[in-house]
Nanobody
Framework: VQLQASGGGLVQAGGSLRLSCAVSGLTFSSYNMGWFRQAPGKDREFVGGISWRSAGTTYDADSVKGRFTISRDNAKNTVYLQLNSLKPEDTAVYYC???????????????WGQGTLVTVSS
């Protein structure tokens, strides 16, 4: 199983990025997908998730509400995280994860990507 995250980079505050996570080695359409992030010196935190049929999404409301959007394309085995109105505090390594249940706990996901770094300058 491989989850390959990409799309990170350096962006100014207020800018946008779209992260992608390409998945192989499992039946992608059967898995819920989550995005997490980890800033330097901090614990990994849940950003949001999307159910296996895109029937539902959930976000960490306090930090990303109205700014981040998760979507998926089951035909391409890919999940996306659109980051808008970025802030310096969004700087982190962003990870995608696949799991059988949609939840906000890192322990609730079975497979992880390697992460992609997002740096937001002020």
């Amino acid at each position: 199983v491989q989850l390959q995250a990409s799309g990170g980079g350096l962006v100014q505050a207020g800018g946008s990025l779209r992260l992608s996570c390409a998945v192989s080695g499992l039946t992608f359409s059967s898995y819920n997908m989550g995005w997490f992030r980890q800033a330097p010196g901090k614990d990994r935190e849940f950003v949001g998730g999307i159910s296996w049929r895109s029937a539902g999404t959930t976000y960490d409301a306090d930090s990303v509400k109205g700014r981040f959007t998760i979507s998926r394309d089951n035909a391409k085995n890919t999940v996306y995280l659109q980051l808008n109105s970025l802030k310096p505090e969004d700087t982190a390594v962003y990870y995608c994860a696949a799991g059988r249940t949609l939840n906000n706990r890192a322990s609730g996901y079975d497979y992880w990507g390697q992460g992609t770094l997002v740096t937001v300058s002020s």
